[in-house]
C-alpha cells in the first residue's frame, strides 16, 4: 500500500496481548522521527499528522479489514487505515486540521467529528451537512480546534452498519495551557459490541440488543493490553463507547475521579469520586486515578456477561442437573456441543485453558486467560491495571505483581464446617 | 366533541413534519385570546387552563385514539385529549391547580403527577393512595405548586400496559422568580418506545426490550418537528424518558449545559457541559444550550438503531454476499421481502426515497428523510436544531442552512489511491 | 448448623411482607446483647462480629439455599448464611476486620470487596490475586478501613453464573466523625434479576437482558419490606445493583439528595435533588431524603416491566381483541394458559387477589399486592415508604395511612361526558 510505504501513518500497533506478549508504551510505536504520541491507545497507535502551511494534515482511509478480537477467532470489518478501531487522532486546542478522508469501502460514507464545535458544514452528516462521500472519492474537512478533551470521529452515514462494522476512531485535543494536574500516563480506548453467530465471519448490524462480543478498541480479554504505572503516578483513562449498551466501567483498588467527558473537562468542582463510572452510548469520559497501591487491579465493565465472550444465550439451564452421559452422547452428534456446567461454569474455564473442550468453528471460549493463581474465567471487556514499584526501563510488561504473605488471602481450613469461633 | 367545541382546551397541534411542512412556533397554536404557551411541545400543544375562584382549572380526557407516528403508519393507542403525548400541562410556582381526569378507556386508570411534591392522596397511585377511576368516572385532584421545574404526568394503574400505548404528558412549572438565564425557546419532549408488530395496528405492551419504534413526542423522524433558533440564542431542551431504555440524547454543534432534572432545577455549580446526556427511564433533564454557530444540527438518540424505523431484527446477515437473483426471486413469492444490502443499508433509502421498495403494510421504512444533499438514512428519534442569522417573521420553517463555501467540507479527489502526501 | 448454634450470626430476619406483616426495625433483629445494627438491610440482617485481639471477625459461608422471592415462588440459589443476598456487614472507618469464607458450593469461589481500598492480595479475583476458594475450603481475608460509604461483597469466579445465582452482600463502613446530616434511619438494599423459567426451580444465569423477576433484596413485592420513617426526619436509602439493567429508582414525593457513591460520600456540593436516580450494575447510590409529608409514598424501578413479575413475554398481543370463548377453549387444552386481557391486563390483579386464575406452578401472578383502595397491580421492584406522624412504640408496621378528606382525589363524576366547564 502506498501509504504505509510513504511513512505517512504511524506505523501499525504491534498487538501484545495482555497474558505473555509485552505491552509496548505507545511512544515506542510511532515512527522514528515522529513526535511521541502523548496518549496510549490501547491495542492502538496514533496517526501521525504531515504539519503543511501551519495545517496539520491526516488522512483516514475507509475500508474493509481483517481483524482478530483475539487468537482464534477473525472476522471481516470495516476500519481505517488498517484498523478498528481506527488510528487515534491527537492535536492541540488552537490547531488547524485538514482531515482526508479516503473511502475504499462499497457503499458511501462520511465522518462526524463527534462532540468537536466547528462550523456545520464540517460536521459529517450525509445527506444533511454534505453529499455522501462515494466509493473511490476523497473529501477533505478542516477547521480550528478551539477547545480541549477526548472526543471521536465515525460515520453519519448507513450509521447503524458502519459502526456495527468497526468504524470509529478517538479524536483527543490536548489543552494549550497544559493540565490542571499532572497526568502520567493516558490511556484510551472505545467500547463496542459485536454479533458474530457461531461459525460465521463478518458483525450482523441486524442485532440491537443481545450482542456476543464485548470489547475494548475492538479487542477482547485476553487480547486487551495491559494498562501500566508506576505508584505515586496519576493516569488517566479516556473511555468513549460505541455500542449499544452502556457500560458499568469498574476499577478495583483505587477509587478514581471522573473529570470530564465529550462536552470537554469539568470544573474541579464536579469532579466526582467512583469506582464504577456508566459510560453512555455515544458518551466519553476521562477518569484520573491516583496509583498508591501496587498490583494487579481489574478494569472491566461490571454487566458480568460482558466479561464473557460468547456463550450462547438461550441454552438449556444444567445447574444442579446431573448429566453424565448427555453430554458424551449429544458430543458424538454434535461434535460442537459444550454443555454448561451442572456445579458451574468455572469447569469450562479450566478445560478450555487445558485445551480439552473445542467450541464452533471462528468462536473463542467463553472463559479465558490464565493469571498467577490459574484460570481468570473472563473474557470480554476485561484487563488489568498493573502498577507497581519500577517498571522495566526497556518497556514492556512487568509480570504478574508479587505479593507479601501478609497482604494475600490465605487458606485456613479444608473442613467445610470449619468454625472460626473455636480458632483456625 | 362537546370539550373542544367549547374551546376549552388548545387547538390540536398543526402536526407539520420536519421536512417539508412548516414547524409554527406554539403561541401560534393557540387559541385565540389565550395566553400564549411558554413551552413549544413537538408536535404538540399546551392544555389551556380555565381561572375559576383563584384556582387554574385542566381537563384531561383519558381515551383511545388513532395515532401517526409519520405518513404511512398509523396505530389505535391510548392518550390524552385526543393525542399521545397528551397536551403539555404549563403552571407557574405557587398556583393552586385542579386537574379533572375522566376516563374514557375500557379499562380503570389513574394518573400520577411524576415529580411534584403533593399530598400524598392526591399521588394518584391506584389502589395506594385513591381508588382506581372506573370507564365513565371522573376525579379530580386539587393542589398548591410548591416548586418549579419539568415534570410529567402518567397513570399509576395497570401502569406497563397504559404506558405502552401512549398515555404520558409534561407538567412543566415555570419559576415565580424569573430564569437564572434567559431563555428565549423552550423546548420540551418525551422519549418513548412502541412494539408494532409488521402489519398489526396496536402497541404490543408484552414486549419488554426489543421494540421498533423509537419516538419523540410518539412521533418519529422525518415526522418530528425541527427545533428553531437564531445565533446568540440560548435554548432549553427538555427531555423526558418514559420508555424501557436509557436514552442517550446527542447534540451536534454546540455542548450544552445539563441545568436540572424532576427534582427541579440544579445550582449552577452543578450545571454539566455535555454533548450527549443519557436520560434515564422516568428521568428528565433539562438541556441548555447557547446558539452559536448557524446551520442544521442533529439532535438524536445516539443508540444507532434508536435512529433507525422498524428493521426486522433477525434476519439473515448478507453483508458481504453476492445477492444477484436471490432478492428478485423471493420477492416474487414474498411480496414484502426487502432484503438487508450486500455492502451495506444505504442502498435502502436510495430506493425508499425513489419508491422503488414497498415494505409490509402500516410499516415504515427503515431509514427515510430527504435532507439538502439526499437522503438521511435516519429513522425514530432524530431531528434537527435550525439555527439561522434570522428566522422568518411569519413563523414557520426556514429551509436548509446555506453553507458557505469555505466551510462546507469538499470533494478533492475520486481517485481511490488518493494521497495527500502528493498534493490534492 | 453448627454456626447458628453458637451465636456467632446475626439471626435470620423476621422475614415479614410490606403488605399484612409487621415490618421490625432492625434493631429488634440482632441477639440478645449485640449491639443494634445501624442499618436495616430489607428484609435482611446484619452479621454480628466477633471481636478478638481488636479485630473484627465476621464469617460468610457460600452455600446453597432455599429462597423464596415472595409466597408461592421458591428457588434454589446460592447465597451466604442461608439467605440471598448474605447478610450485611457493617464496620468503622479505622476497624480492622478478618473475614473468614468457608466454600460449600459445589465449584469453587472468592470474595471481592468491590469499593473497598485494600491491598492487592485481598482483592479476591480468583486467578488473579489468590487461588481460588475450592469447594469445602476456607480462606480468611484481612484489611483496615481506610474510608467510609457504601460497598458490595460478591465472588470473582464464576462471576456471571454465581452472581446471576444470588450471591452478594452489602459491606457498610460508617463514618468515624459522624455523619454530616443527622441520619435517623438508614436503609440499604441490592437490585437483582433473576431468569426462573415457568415450572422451574433455578435461576438460568444464561440470560443476559430478558429476565422475568426484578428484586430488591432478592425479593419482589408485595414481600418487599417496607421503608419506615416519622414526619421530619432525615433517612438514607443505599441503593446497589449487581442486575444486567440499569434502574431508575423512583421515589413519590419528597425529592432525595444523591449523596454519594460506591466510590465514598461525595462533598456537599456536589449532592444532587433528584425523584429517579438511575443506578448502574455494579454501582451503589446514596440517597437522602427529609421526610415532610405524611402517606404512603411508593419507592420503585421506573422501567414499567420491572415492577411487574413474570408475564410471558411474547405472548400474542390481544388488545382490542374480541377473545369470548378464546380462552376458556384455551385453558381445557392448556390449563396454565393465562390471556392478556383484551381491555389492559388490570383485570388480572382482580382475578388473582380473588383467586380466580392460576398461572404456571412456582410462578407468581404478573401483578400482585393489596392495598387501601384494592389491587396495586404490582410486582418486583416496588415498596412503600410508609411516613406518619407517629410510629408505634413497639414497633411493627403502622398500617395505612389515613388521609383527610381534602388531601384525597375526589370522585367528581359517573357520566363519561363531563364537562368541568359546566361545572361539577
Redesign the interface.
Known amino acids: 500500500m502506498?501509504?504505509s510505504r510513504?511513512g505517512?501513518f504511524g506505523t501499525a500497533a504491534t498487538l501484545g496481548g495482555l497474558l505473555g506478549l509485552a505491552s509496548a508504551p505507545s511512544a515506542t510505536r510511532a515512527d522514528a522521527g515522529a513526535p511521541p504520541a502523548r496518549v496510549t491507545t490501547l491495542n492502538g497507535r496514533s496517526l501521525r499528522p504531515?504539519l503543511r502551511d501551519g495545517v496539520k494534515?491526516f488522512?483516514l482511509v475507509a475500508q474493509e479489514i481483517e481483524h482478530e478480537f483475539a487468537p482464534g477467532m477473525k472476522i471481516?470489518a470495516w476500519g481505517y487505515n488498517g484498523s478498528t478501531p481506527g488510528p487515534t487522532i491527537e492535536a492541540t486546542e488552537g490547531d488547524r486540521v485538514r482531515l482526508?478522508v479516503?473511502?475504499?469501502?462499497?457503499?458511501?460514507t462520511?465522518i462526524?467529528w463527534?462532540?468537536i464545535?466547528?462550523?456545520?458544514?464540517?460536521?459529517?452528516?450525509?445527506?444533511?451537512?454534505?453529499?455522501?462521500?462515494?466509493?473511490?472519492?476523497?473529501?477533505?474537512?478542516e477547521f480550528t480546534l478551539r477547545q480541549h478533551g477526548t472526543h471521536m470521529y465515525h460515520p453519519?452515514?448507513?450509521?447503524?452498519?458502519?459502526?456495527?462494522?468497526g468504524m470509529m476512531g478517538l479524536f483527543i485535543i490536548h489543552p494549550k495551557d497544559g493540565e490542571p494536574e499532572r497526568i502520567d500516563r493516558d490511556y484510551a480506548f472505545i467500547l463496542h459490541n459485536w454479533a458474530v453467530?457461531p461459525g460465521?465471519w463478518?458483525?450482523?448490524?441486524?442485532?440491537?440488543?443481545?450482542f456476543d462480543l464485548w470489547s475494548f478498541n475492538s479487542k477482547v480479554f485476553p487480547a486487551i493490553d495491559a494498562l501500566l504505572a508506576r505508584t505515586g503516578e496519576r493516569i488517566r483513562i479516556r473511555v468513549a463507547n460505541l455500542s449499544?449498551h452502556?457500560h458499568?466501567i469498574?476499577l478495583?483498588?483505587?477509587?478514581?475521579e471522573v473529570t470530564g467527558?465529550?462536552?470537554?473537562r469539568?470544573p474541579r468542582?464536579?469532579w466526582?469520586?467512583?469506582?464504577?463510572e456508566?459510560v453512555?452510548?455515544?458518551?466519553i469520559r476521562d477518569l484520573e486515578v491516583m496509583c498508591r497501591?501496587?498490583?494487579?487491579?481489574?478494569l472491566h465493565c461490571?454487566?458480568?456477561?460482558h466479561?464473557?465472550n460468547a456463550?450462547?444465550?438461550?441454552?438449556p439451564?444444567p445447574?444442579?442437573v446431573d448429566q453424565r452421559g448427555v453430554a458424551e452422547r449429544l458430543a458424538r452428534l454434535l461434535p460442537e456441543y459444550m454443555a454448561?456446567?451442572?456445579?458451574?461454569?468455572?469447569?469450562h474455564?479450566e478445560h478450555t485453558a487445558m485445551g480439552h473442550m473445542q467450541g464452533p468453528a471462528n468462536t473463542l471460549p467463553m472463559m479465558m486467560?490464565?493469571?498467577?493463581?490459574?484460570?481468570?474465567?473472563m473474557g470480554g471487556m476485561f484487563t488489568?491495571l498493573k502498577v507497581r514499584d519500577e517498571l522495566p526501563e526497556a518497556g514492556g510488561d512487568p509480570g504478574w505483581?508479587r505479593?507479601?504473605p501478609s497482604?494475600?488471602?490465605?487458606?485456613?481450613?479444608?473442613?467445610?464446617?470449619?468454625?472460626?469461633?473455636r480458632g483456625?
Chains 1, 2, 3 share one sequence.
Open positions: 502506498k501509504l510513504r505517512f504531515r494534515e488522512h471481516k482526508y479516503t473511502n475504499r469501502l462499497p457503499e458511501h462520511t462526524h463527534h462532540g464545535d466547528l462550523p456545520n458544514g464540517m460536521d459529517g452528516v450525509g445527506g444533511l451537512t454534505q453529499p455522501q462521500i462515494k466509493p473511490g472519492e476523497t473529501y477533505a474537512y453519519h452515514a448507513d450509521e447503524l452498519v458502519q459502526i456495527a462494522m453467530h460465521t463478518r458483525p450482523d448490524p441486524s442485532v440491537m440488543t443481545e449499544m452502556e458499568p469498574h478495583h483498588g483505587p477509587a478514581f467527558g465529550d462536552g470537554g469539568w468542582n464536579l466526582r469520586r467512583e469506582v464504577t456508566v453512555g452510548v455515544g458518551q497501591e501496587p498490583g494487579d487491579w481489574a461490571h454487566k458480568a456477561h466479561t464473557m456463550m450462547g444465550h438461550g441454552i439451564n445447574l444442579g454448561m456446567g451442572e456445579s458451574g461454569m468455572a469447569e474455564a486467560g490464565q493469571g498467577p493463581f490459574g484460570p481468570l474465567e488489568v505483581h505479593h507479601p497482604t494475600l488471602a490465605r487458606r485456613v481450613s479444608t473442613d467445610p464446617s470449619f468454625d472460626p469461633g483456625e
